[in-house]
């Protein structure tokens, strides 16, 4: 028999259409991830540019930079299950199609770039839907535990595809890391198929205008939630480019090969399980913005080490704090927008939420991508882990809404 304590961290399991999507999302995840590890490895190998390695995930994140917005108004106005369906059909194309091409001898990096911009597109609207729909699973006071255990299915892909793709670059080639995303994203569309849960919006003859300039007009008189978006933003601006020049510090630094790099990122992983977990036992805590900040320092202080550190014994232990620390804040900040917002506007508010959570990605990487040459990797990711602490100290003592929550 479980525990209370278990039964406390894993409550949102009890509602059928929540297990269902997270069984999804997970398998779909770990395929991305394996995706994610041999992608980078392969830009690295046919270029050798740490350009073209920030290049390929501005690419990816620069659609949901662009429309994620546009993509939170179509969430409200449309069954959010059916966008979700073509979104899944889209990367699986995206992922197939890399596939082939590899497997023909692929020698330019081009078209993986433009296969990152194609996924990148279909992730804008199929994000805010999934942002949208998965509150709706279960009761609101059990939102904050279903929010940290699909950050937990997310994290358990970053620990287990990153892993998997290691085995699998080393022993048979990128072109299988591709294939089994591909085939990943079946998991997915059958779960989206089998879920009882139906958003049906109101008929409206508003515009699409009109509805985005009141989803606006709602974050900004919510002054809290102005600080938790620009959070958001600086989060993954800072912190994010990390995660993408590990494959320097691994050819680089340690000089080893491609199972050190998946260990490195399954590390990480691992400690956003972790992290994960912890908020899912918290539930719905009180302080939680103090407790975001608090978190969001550690992780800045994770990051400045993991730049400085040439041993690979405290690089993996950096790593576990990184991935803790880095989840606990997603977790604690998406539970708070959350339980703010009301479900006719969370489409709406959860896509420019993610406007500044996914559009800090290729900012961070393409201003990265530019330093890194210049200022070399540690220097870069040493500098972007104290200004994170600093910006986090700056809103827990002088700017405090954020930690009034």
Known sequence: MPTPTLRRIFKAFHYRDFRLMWIGACTSSIGTW????????????LSHSARLLGLDQFLAGLPIFLFTIIGGVVADRTERRKILLVSQWLQMASAGTLTVLVAMGLTHVWPILCLSFVSGLAQAFGGPAYSALIPTLVDKEDMPNAIALNSIQFNLAVTVGPALAGITLAKLGEKWCFGLNALSFLAPIISLSMISS?????????????????????????????????????????AMPMRTYIPVFVKDIFHRGPETYGNLLSLMGVGSICGSLAIAGLGNMRSKGRFALLMLICLGAGIAVFSLSKSLPVSYATLVVVGASMMA??????SLVQLIITNEMRGRVMSVYNFAFRGGMPMGNLLSGWLVPMFTAPIVLGVNGLVLVL???YFLLVQRRVAAL
């Open 391 to 393: 910006v986090a100290a």
């Open 34 to 45: 394996m995706q994610i590890v041999a992608q980078g490895w392969l830009i690295y190998r």
């Open 198 to 238: 139906r958003f049906v919006p109101e008929n409206t003859k508003q515009s699409m205008y009109k509805s985005l300039t009141q989803g606006i007009k709602f974050i900004w008189h919510q002054g809290s939630m102005v600080g938790l978006i620009v959070l958001a933003f600086l989060m993954t601006f800072l």
């Open 329 to 334: 804040v997603f977790a604690t900040m998406t």
